[in-house]
């Protein structure tokens, strides 16, 4: 690859920023779709990020990703915001064009795409989805679907609040499209009969808690599709359960995926093979073998 000074440069900004796999993404894909342009990782704290942002107008910026902690704060420093993106109040891509940091959200599209092939025997109007948790993560996808017209989205959180304060969100501009339930049992299996796909939405089962699950197993059905947003470690307990019953179960991986994809779209109008950014993503994330046992349904 050859830099000049026609190279656009995009990056992912965060705090810390060394396990994000989207650098080996997006520049993957660059060179896979002939873009000329480079993608860097970029560390910064919350108070420098408006200086960050005004180098990156003196530059020959395309675009970039921003992840924890700066989803929401940095917001002010851009000039216009995607209406969803606006709903949401959170913001993962930017884009840079004609002078304008232009901000979107991509991550609940990118969880939509992810399970399209798997739910497509269900209309999407009669198609509900229990979301466990409330964090910013559930925040994006459950107006991502409100938004998209699914029948309903169930939100349970140990904390009852938060569910209910998004679910009043929710409800004002797409009204009846959310409910909060609270995270008892009964509740919970009301709610699961009623799903097609339930959703771990919650940090429970990453490492510091990688043999617990969020949903006792006696609630879950074979008719379901089970996601775990976690992708690291790639086979979680909520899964291993899931497995076992026979359900249908697929991990955060491709959410990562077609988050950068429709953030690639938006950068440079190419919606890039979903295959190639799988097998970048899966060479460059710990667990790749698990991976593969998990997808051929061994696990
Ligand atoms: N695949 C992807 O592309 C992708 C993207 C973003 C995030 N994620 C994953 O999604 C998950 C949430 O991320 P986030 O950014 O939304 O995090 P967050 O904003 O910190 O939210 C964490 C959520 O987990 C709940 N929680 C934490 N510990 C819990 C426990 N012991 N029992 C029950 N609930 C608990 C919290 O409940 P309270 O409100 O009660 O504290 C909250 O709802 C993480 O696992 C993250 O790895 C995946």
Redesign the pocket.
């Known amino acids: 690859m050859r830099i000049s000074v026609e190279t656009k440069i995009y990056a992912v900004i965060g705090d810390p920023i060394g396990q994000s796999l989207s650098p080996q993404l997006h520049n993957g894909l660059f060179k896979a779709n002939a873009v000329d342009a480079l993608y860097l990782p970029i560390a910064v704290k919350s108070e420098d990020l408006k200086k960050l942002l005004d180098g990156f107008r003196l530059m020959n910026f395309g675009g970039f990703n921003i992840t ?1 902690p700066h989803k929401m704060e940095i917001i002010e420093y851009l000039d216009r915001l995607d209406p969803l993106a606006e709903k949401i109040g959170a913001v993962n891509t930017v884009v840079y064009q004609d002078k304008q940091m232009i901000g979107y959200n991509t ?1 609940g599209f ?2 939509i795409k992810s399970i399209e092939e798997k739910i497509s025997k269900i209309p999407k109007e009669r198609l509900t989805i229990l979301i ?9 996808v459950a107006m991502a679907l409100a938004d998209w017209g699914i029948k309903k989205v169930i939100i349970a ?3 009852a609040a ?2 209910e304060a998004l679910v009043k969100l929710i409800n004002k501009s797409w009204p009846g499209k959310a409910e909060a339930i609270s ?1 008892a049992p009964e509740a919970l299996k009301k709610a699961v009969d009623a799903a097609a796909v339930v959703v ?7 490492a510091d ?1 990688a043999l ?1 699950s ?1 949903l006792a197993k006696a609630l879950l059905k074979k008719e379901l599709l089970v996601y ?5 470690p790639p086979v979680t307990q909520l899964l291993k359960d899931a497995k076992e019953i026979g359900a249908q179960t697929q ?7 077609y ?1 950068g994809l429709l953030a690639f779209e938006l950068w440079t109008g190419i919606f890039p093979d979903p295959s190639a950014g799988k097998k970048l993503l899966e060479e460059n994330s710990e667990g790749n073998s698990e991976q593969k046992l998990l997808k051929e349904g061994i696990k």
């Open positions: 924890k991550d990118g969880f466990l948790g409330c964090g910013g993560a559930v925040k994006s959180n140990r904390t938060k569910a995270m771990n939405g919650t940090s429970v089962g990453m808690s617990q969020p775990d947003m976690i992708y690291s991990n955060g991986l491709d959410m990562l995926l988050q």
